[in-house]
């Protein structure tokens, strides 16, 4: 009689535990249909985007959380003490430490991590920002999709800005040169060395220094 008493005892608690597992799931699911109904999806910045990409922010998506927010960097900018002798306003690239200042003077600067050149593509030098825009065009010089295109990557010869554009949200221009500071779709190469040459920053990071930032600014980009 003990035996059976102790065995329906183990069968209730298992009951117990089927049922409590049940009822979480079915918590999880309905939530889970919440944030697709919902339809929201994160961009750095959603007026400008909604207006350039279209459809791709149409469909129903569930949201995205901070760690795979396609528009937040890894690397949380900072403002933080600088002292070099620079013109307030300077942006440097330091692609050691694969950072960006931006020199805001009185002895401080606005810290960005981004992506730099990897090996064969790195380079060092100065030039300014001469030309901005917003949600920029993307249109991948002949080499790098002949480059690409040996590795059986077939890139276009443009792409309209928008979401899925690797030029992201926002491009400053450097100079005459191929190379931009631009926003990413692949924030996870933030703080490395991954890019044919140009700076990477996250969408968020981007938006925010294309904000400060003017035409004719000066440019230096150091190991």
């Not at 730099?116 to 300014?128: D, E, H, K, L, Q």
């Not at 990557?153 to 949200?169: D, E, Q, R, Y």
């Not at 926003?183 to 996870?188: A, E, L, V, W, Y």
């Amino acid at each position: 009689m003990t035996r059976k008493i102790s065995q329906i005892k183990r069968e209730i608690k298992t009951m117990k535990t089927i049922f409590a597992a049940l009822i979480a799931t079915a918590i999880m699911g309905t939530a889970a249909q919440a944030a697709n109904a919902d339809g929201s999806y994160e961009v750095a910045s959603l007026q400008s985007a909604t207006a350039n990409t279209g459809a791709a922010l149409a469909q129903p998506a569930k949201a995205k959380t901070a760690k795979n927010n396609i528009n937040k960097s890894p690397i949380q900018r900072q403002l933080i003490a600088f002292n070099e002798n620079v013109a307030p306003g300077t942006i440097i690239v330091d692609n050691s430490d694969r950072r960006l200042y931006h020199v805001l003077g009185n002895g401080v600067a606005m810290q960005y991590g981004v992506s730099v050149g990897r090996a064969g593509f790195i380079w060092t030098g100065s030039n300014t920002v001469s030309r901005k825009a917003e949600w920029p065009t993307w249109n991948p010089p002949a080499q790098m999709r002949a480059r690409e295109a040996k590795k059986g990557h077939f890139l276009p010869v443009s792409m309209k800005g928008g979401i899925n554009n690797p030029l992201g949200a926002r491009a400053m221009y450097l100079g005459s040169t191929i190379y931009r500071i631009h926003g990413t779709n692949q924030p996870s190469s933030i703080g490395k060395a991954m890019s044919s040459g140009c700076i990477r920053m996250a969408n968020e990071d981007v938006e925010h220094l294309y904000a400060a930032v003017t035409i004719g600014t000066k440019v230096i980009v150091r190991d």
